[in-house]
């Protein structure tokens, strides 16, 4: 099942959600969430951007695509996107009950799930090469 989700980042640390339902309650993880029928994935990302973080945003472009493999629910193909906020005000909504914003190279644990892992990982990557 596709999800989709993004990555915001502010002064070299990246925003983050807690999670407030099963599975992996009280984990951390990039805002993220299933499409919806007849949803594209950009507006997936931007309506989970929102339901999760209160914040409206706009996409900079695709990131990546991880596989999903230890979801219980689901195998899920997560699609990720660059954003920066647009608008709103930062809150946890929907399944986040918790937001915060932590350094790549100090992450809160537990992280949810291997998919977001890699993709910070992945960012953490990126970022380094790009500040050299």
Same mark, same amino acid.
């Given at each position: #099942?596709?999800?989709? *989700?993004?990555?915001?980042?502010?002064?070299?640390?990246?925003?983050?959600?807690?999670?407030?339902?099963?599975?992996?309650?009280?984990?951390?993880?990039?805002?993220? *969430?299933? #499409?919806?029928? *007849?949803?594209?994935?950009?507006? !997936?990302?931007?309506?989970?951007?929102?339901?999760?973080? *209160? &914040?409206?945003?706009?996409? !900079?472009?695709?990131? @990546?695509?991880?596989? @999903?493999?230890?979801?219980?629910? !689901?195998?899920?193909?997560?699609? %990720?996107?660059?954003?920066?906020?647009? @608008?709103?005000?930062?809150?946890?909504?929907?399944?986040?009950?918790?937001? @915060?914003?932590?350094? &790549?190279?100090? %992450?809160?644990?537990? #992280?949810?799930?291997?998919?977001?892992?890699?993709?910070?990982?992945?960012?953490?990557? #990126?970022?380094?090469?790009?500040?050299?």
């Amino acid at each position: #099942m596709p999800a989709c *989700g993004v990555l915001i980042q502010r002064k070299g640390s990246i925003l983050l959600a807690r999670r407030g339902h099963e599975p992996l309650k009280n984990a951390w993880g990039i805002p993220a *969430g299933f #499409m919806e029928y *007849g949803e594209h994935p950009e507006e !997936t990302a931007v309506r989970e951007a929102l339901e999760e973080t *209160g &914040l409206k945003v706009r996409l !900079t472009g695709l990131f @990546g695509v991880y596989a @999903g493999r230890d979801d219980p629910r !689901t195998r899920a193909v997560l699609i %990720l996107y660059n954003a920066r906020i647009a @608008g709103g005000k930062l809150q946890p909504g929907d399944d986040a009950i918790e937001l @915060g914003y932590f350094p &790549l190279d100090h %992450l809160p644990r537990p #992280m949810a799930f291997r998919a977001h892992r890699e993709a910070l990982r992945d960012l953490r990557r #990126m970022n380094r090469e790009r500040n050299r």
